[in-house]
């Protein structure tokens, strides 16, 4: 190894392992496929269905996983969070911190919350209107309408929150000078 790249490797740190990073770029492939095929509704469905089972798995993932990855690295006052978004808002730089920012951690936290919220509803709609599925019957002609209207609202605040997170992390790139689209196919930041 050249002595420039012992230099990069010695000034970066390995925060998203294998599993967050696959487990972010299939997440954002399921969302796009669902978001896009609602007429096509085998894909559909079967994006939906791949949403719900990486949201499973990365709340499993959330407790045994590396250590950015556990839930329990990020956890933020709202003091903290509240400052940090004011600052990048501002594009000031505050405290930098390697793995999730305080702002970030809420916002990921609300999509998986929605993105889960969307997929329970569709599949309640899916065995609703077609009768199939594993909450097929649950659902009855009276709650229907209802429900797809919430799997509606679900996904729309989803989508919004999918808006913020853009925001958010290309506000943190250029703020604090960092490429996090990059980390998130590497795995590596600068310490």
């Not at 487990?23 to 896009?36: D, R």
Request: hydrophobic share 50%.
């Amino acid at each position: 190894m050249s002595h420039t790249n012992r230099k990069v490797v010695q000034h970066q740190v390995y925060v998203w392992d294998a599993f967050v990073r696959s487990f972010h770029w299939m997440l954002v492939a399921s969302v796009t496929v669902a978001f896009l095929t609602e007429e096509a509704l085998l894909i559909h469905v079967l994006s939906g269905f791949a949403v719900g089972a990486l949201i499973a798995a990365r709340v499993v993932w959330g407790f045994i996983g590396s250590r950015y990855a556990r839930f329990s690295s990020f956890i933020y006052a709202p003091s903290i969070t509240l400052r940090y978004v004011r600052d990048l808002l501002i594009l000031r730089a505050g405290k930098r911190r390697i793995g999730h920012s305080p702002g970030g951690v809420y916002v990921i936290m609300l999509l998986l919350i929605f993105l889960a919220g969307t997929v329970v509803t569709g599949i309640l709609v899916y065995g609703d209107e077609q009768q199939t599925g594993p909450l097929a019957g649950v659902v009855t002609n009276e709650t229907g309408e209802t429900v797809e209207e919430w799997h509606g609202i679900f996904a729309d605040i989803s989508l919004a929150l999918i808006c913020v997170h853009i925001v958010g992390v290309c506000l943190r790139s250029l703020v604090y000078r960092e490429n996090l689209v990059r980390a998130m196919f590497t795995g590596y930041k600068r310490k």
